[in-house]
């Protein structure tokens, strides 16, 4: 009269166990579920009794009663229907006990008793503490990178009933399709010219420092940035296995191999919602682009066009490196430590930044850069202007530098990094910084000018002080910063949208 | 006896045009019409009775009831006297057209200020025989413009000429400051577009309080009138209508500096203007101005050339303005220099024409950015002339 399945639930990225116990009794038709089940799950009972029915398996007329231990813990999504149906046909005595011993159960199911995939089977599947995993048959790929589990795969409840009793076939698991390389991207061996807008690609992927692109169409932003996963060594361990969480509890495809290896490039649209951005949504919970991007790239083109709004919510998950996403009853937690590198026009128009460049009264600029705010434009460490190539200084630029031959400085600097405790020099605090970098005495007249002048804000100095030092770590310089690598730093770090002023300064 | 009596008078007249240019919905045009050789005092007093002239009543059409009721109204609540002593107490003088001290210039104007406001002690202060000639141009202009707004104004001031410019951000702004460096050069000349005590715009303030203090400022708006959308068109033409000859340093393919053009070209004034870059979006209505047969105006020997034709004092003779010549540049520096012209560039254009690696440019930029040699405006960098203060 009493079975319980193992299962589990999903909690931002992370998977948690689940005990789904069911039981029959004698009384008044009922089915009821308890163990804080979000609306999906509870809406279990009615996919679960559909399929039944569909699938030609007896449905109890009797008092029916699901608890989701430990019931502390909410439960979220569909991927619990296929534990209670079990369960179900354990209480009743459809299945015998012993024919689910030793196996979890993970899955959604349709009406029609077919078996669907769920989104984060790899954090689920690693969450489940039993040797044997039944997963729908989309899943099985990915639930098979768990390498002490045996999985079964099935496509229909029907097909299952018969395989556990031992009457039938398990399906066949699908064969991943082989999809490209992940992470490949553009080499950058093909942009001509640029040379200073590839080395500022090269210190945004030597330090991570987010990086701001500004100049008009044709000027080459977005191409620049697709370029630059390529320069980002491989994700250490830990933070592959992070990456292929929130890949997984995304429901997007997993590489062949299984691990996220590669750093990701993410480029959502500027009308993505602050949910697509930084995760949740009315539905099922789920993480946003900036999560997905963990450890690799989010490009925002046109950044002008984004609403304020939802740039606004980006700013704590870029200061914390993890984002935190509540709604009524439940709240998860996401990594989301992400290379930001932004591109926009200097103006509505489509002129360029140069002086003179456009002629659209400087009111109308103001609204347009208005829409980046102060502490926003501030999170860009480097900030550069590019402009659509002279057909004349492109024959005579140079061709570039391969990505692989960029990512070995850019491999060799971060080592310089990790020497200090952090992954890339972006990651250093003030403290720590003072100590990695010492400045020489120009180098502090320099800054204290910039200081003065009110171009630089405290804020501003450790940033560029961090700049100059991935600099000094790229070129394989040792000892205090001096003046040369602050003027680089600064020069890395244009205002982007000064206004002109009367020819008095 | 008799110029006490006529001074007496004067006053008068000046203190009912002062009150007729503060009546709200009272522009130049309007006020031409309703004066149009009538004395003020009749002109305001024909208002408290509702009358106005047949040429303005069908200049204001439909709507003639509505506003000469507004007038009626304000006149009545008017004190002629108080309106004056505020004025007076702002130390601006006044002038009106035909009045002693309006400028002879402007008297055969096609559409002549009625009344002028000016800084300092009167309206056309030593202005009977100097030259003068407007140096006008777009307020986004490039550093390249700046730098000859500056030394065009600099040397035509030394050269003993009054610059007339209109105070605005940009080349405007450069040919007054260039105006102001001149060693005992001839006054400069502002004509703004607000009253005399609403400084527009507020980042040219240390610069409009040294105009008034070394030369004038003028406007047909009476103290207290902010900027409205057409009281710079409006400004525009008295600039042309004041000057000899009008230079424009830098334009936009339809930038609103033409509008000065088309103002000069209406009242017979020469117009050159100065070449740029085929690429400058900046220069764009110079280039054209300059096909449609204006004069070019490479330095100001060119100017000063055009005003002695004019029968304008002949001037010494200056050098065109050149940039300066930098001593003990860094090797890297001085090719930086070379492959830097007067058009912004990016630092990637940069870094193309001089094959310098990114991090040694960026040294050389520095060093030039020290010197002077080099502006820096959002990310783009361009030569500098010789403004540097
Ligand atoms: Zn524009």
């Known amino acids: 009269m009493l079975a319980t399945i193992h299962a589990a639930t999903l909690h931002g990225v992370s998977g948690h166990p689940v005990r789904v116990e069911v039981h029959v009794a004698d009384g008044l038709p009922a089915f009821t579920v308890v163990g804080l089940?979000?609306?999906?799950?509870?809406?279990?009972?009615?996919?679960?009794?559909?399929?039944?029915?569909?699938?030609?398996?007896?449905?109890?007329?009797?008092?029916?009663?699901?608890?989701?231990?430990?019931?502390?813990?909410?439960?979220?999504?569909?991927?619990?229907?296929?534990?209670?149906?079990?369960?179900?046909?354990?209480?009743?005595?459809?299945?015998?006990?012993?024919?689910?011993?030793?196996l979890g159960f993970l899955g959604e199911l349709g009406l029609d008793g077919s078996i669907r995939p769920v989104p984060g089977v790899l954090p689920l599947v690693d969450a489940v503490e039993v040797p044997g995993m039944v997963v729908p048959v989309a899943n099985g790929a990915e639930a098979a990178l768990i390498d002490d589990r045996r999985v079964r795969v099935a496509d229909d409840l029907r097909g299952l009933v018969l395989a556990l009793r031992g009457d039938g076939e398990w399906a066949t698991p699908e064969v991943a399709e082989p999809s490209p390389v992940d992470g490949g991207g553009p080499d950058m061996g093909d942009v001509r010219g640029q040379r200073f807008a590839r080395f500022a690609l090269e210190v945004a992927a030597a330090g991570a420092h987010h990086l701001l692109l500004v100049?008009?169409?044709?000027?080459?932003?977005?191409?620049?940035?697709?370029?630059?996963?390529?320069?980002?060594?491989?994700?250490?361990?830990?933070?592959?296995?992070?990456?292929?969480?929130?890949?997984?509890?995304?429901?997007?495809?997993?590489?062949?191999?299984?691990?996220?290896?590669?750093?990701?490039?993410?480029?959502?649209?500027?009308?993505?919602?602050?949910?697509?951005?930084?995760?949740?949504?009315?539905?099922t919970m789920r993480p946003g682009e900036v999560s997905l991007a963990h450890g690799g790239v989010l490009f925002l083109d046109e950044l002008g066009e984004f609403a304020p709004s939802a740039l606004e919510t980006l700013r704590q998950p870029l200061e914390d490196g993890t984002v935190r996403v509540s709604r009524a009853g439940a709240s998860a937690e996401y990594p989301a430590r992400v290379l930001l590198v932004a591109a926009m026009n200097p103006c509505p128009c489509g002129g360029s930044a140069a002086p003179g460049g456009c002629r659209?009264?400087?009111?109308?600029?103001?609204?347009?850069?208005?829409?980046?705010?102060?502490?926003?434009?501030?999170?860009?460490?480097?900030?550069?202007?590019?402009?659509?190539?002279?057909?004349?200084?492109?024959?005579?630029?140079?061709?570039?530098?391969?990505?692989?031959?960029?990512?070995?400085?850019?491999?060799?600097?971060?080592?310089?990094?990790?020497?200090?405790?952090?992954?890339?020099?972006?990651?250093?605090?003030?403290?720590?910084?003072?100590?990695?970098?010492?400045?020489?005495e120009a180098a502090v007249r320099r800054l204290e000018a910039e200081l003065h002048a009110g171009r630089l804000s405290a804020r501003g100095l450790h940033r560029v002080r961090s700049v100059a030092l991935t600099v000094a770590d790229l070129l394989g310089r040792d000892g205090p910063l001096d003046v040369d690598l602050v003027e680089v730093a600064l020069g890395l770090r244009i205002d982007p949208f000064r206004s002109e002023v009367a020819g008095v300064r | 006896m008799s110029g006490e009596h006529a001074a007496a008078a004067e006053d008068v007249q000046r203190s009912h045009l002062v009150a007729l240019v503060g009546l709200p919905d009272?522009?130049?045009?309007?006020?031409?019409?309703?004066?149009?050789?009538?004395?003020?005092?009749?002109?305001?007093?024909?208002?408290?009775?509702?009358?106005?002239?047949?040429?303005?009543?069908?200049?204001?059409?439909?709507?003639?009831?509505?506003?000469?009721?507004?007038?009626?109204?304000?006149?009545?609540?008017?004190?002629?006297?108080?309106?004056?002593?505020?004025?007076?107490?702002?130390g601006q003088s006044v002038s009106w057209y035909g009045a002693p001290g309006y400028p002879a210039a402007l008297l055969d104007d096609p559409e002549p200020p009625v009344v002028l406001f000016a800084t300092g002690g009167s309206v056309a202060e030593g202005a009977a025989d100097r030259p003068r000639v407007a140096i006008v141009g777009t307020r986004r202009c490039t550093a390249y413009g700046r730098s000859v707004a500056v030394e065009l104004g600099r040397s035509l001031a030394a050269a003993g000429v009054e610059v007339v410019s209109g105070l605005a951000i940009g080349i405007d702004a450069a040919a007054h400051l260039g105006a102001l460096r001149a060693t005992d050069g001839a006054p400069p000349i502002a004509v703004v577009g607000t009253g005399l005590d609403v400084v527009y715009p507020s980042a040219n303030r240390d610069l409009w309080e040294r105009v008034a203090e070394h030369g004038r400022i003028l406007s047909e708006m009476p103290p207290g009138s902010g900027p409205t959308r057409w009281c710079f068109p409006a400004r525009n033409r008295i600039v042309a209508g004041l000057a000899d000859v009008l230079v424009v340093v830098e334009s936009h393919a339809e930038g609103g500096s033409l509008h000065t053009v088309a103002a000069a070209l209406d009242r017979d004034r020469p117009v050159l203007?100065?070449?740029?870059?085929?690429?400058?979006?900046?220069?764009?209505?110079?280039?054209?101005?300059?096909?449609?047969?204006?004069?070019?105006?490479?330095?100001?020997?060119?100017?000063?050339?055009?005003?002695?034709?004019?029968?304008?004092?002949?001037?010494?003779?200056?050098?065109?303005?050149?940039?300066?010549?930098?001593?003990?540049?860094?090797?890297?520096?001085?090719?930086?220099?070379?492959?830097?012209?007067?058009?912004?560039?990016?630092?990637?254009?940069?870094?193309?024409?001089?094959?310098?690696?990114?991090?040694?440019?960026?040294?050389?930029?520095?060093?030039?950015t020290d010197r002077g040699l080099v502006v820096e405006t959002r990310g783009h960098l361009e030569r500098r002339g010789e403004e540097r203060s």
Request: net charge positive; aromatic share 2%; glycine share 10%.
């Open chain 1, 37 to 102: 089940p979000d609306a999906s799950c509870r809406e279990a009972r009615d996919r679960v009794r559909a399929a039944l029915e569909s699938s030609g398996l007896p449905w109890p007329p009797r008092r029916i009663t699901v608890n989701l231990a430990p019931t502390g813990v909410p439960k979220a999504g569909s991927v619990l229907d296929l534990p209670m149906a079990v369960g179900l046909l354990v209480a009743c005595g459809e299945l015998e006990p012993g024919q689910v011993d030793g």
């Open chain 1, 215 to 283: 100049g008009p169409p044709g000027a080459g932003k977005s191409m620049l940035a697709r370029r630059l996963p390529g320069l980002l060594p491989d994700l250490a361990p830990d933070e592959a296995l992070q990456a292929t969480r929130v890949r997984s509890a995304a429901g997007e495809a997993l590489p062949v191999d299984g691990l996220v290896r590669r750093p990701p490039w993410r480029a959502p649209h500027h009308g993505a919602s602050p949910a697509a951005l930084v995760g949740g949504g009315s539905g």
């Open chain 1, 360 to 440: 659209c009264p400087s009111t109308v600029r103001a609204r347009y850069v208005r829409r980046i705010s102060g502490p926003l434009l501030d999170r860009f460490d480097l900030r550069i202007a590019v402009d659509r190539p002279d057909p004349v200084d492109l024959l005579s630029g140079a061709s570039g530098e391969s990505s692989a031959d960029v990512g070995r400085r850019v491999a060799s600097a971060r080592g310089r990094a990790v020497a200090r405790g952090v992954d890339a020099n972006g990651a250093l605090d003030p403290a720590a910084l003072r100590e990695a970098a010492p400045l020489s």
């Open chain 2, 26 to 90: 009272m522009g130049p045009a309007r006020l031409r019409l309703l004066l149009d050789g009538r004395d003020p005092v009749d002109a305001w007093e024909g208002l408290r009775r509702g009358r106005i002239p047949m040429a303005l009543s069908s200049r204001l059409g439909r709507r003639r009831e509505e506003v000469v009721a507004r007038w009626t109204a304000t006149v009545a609540g008017t004190v002629v006297a108080e309106r004056w002593a505020e004025v007076a107490a702002s």
């Open chain 2, 273 to 368: 203007a100065v070449p740029g870059p085929i690429r400058s979006p900046a220069s764009a209505g110079c280039n054209r101005l300059l096909a449609e047969g204006a004069a070019p105006a490479c330095g100001p020997d060119d100017v000063l050339g055009v005003l002695s034709l004019l029968g304008r004092p002949a001037s010494p003779v200056l050098s065109a303005g050149e940039a300066p010549e930098p001593a003990d540049l860094g090797t890297d520096a001085r090719r930086v220099l070379d492959a830097l012209g007067w058009d912004p560039v990016v630092p990637d254009a940069l870094a193309a024409r001089t094959g310098l690696p990114p991090v040694a440019l960026i040294a050389a930029v520095a060093e030039l």
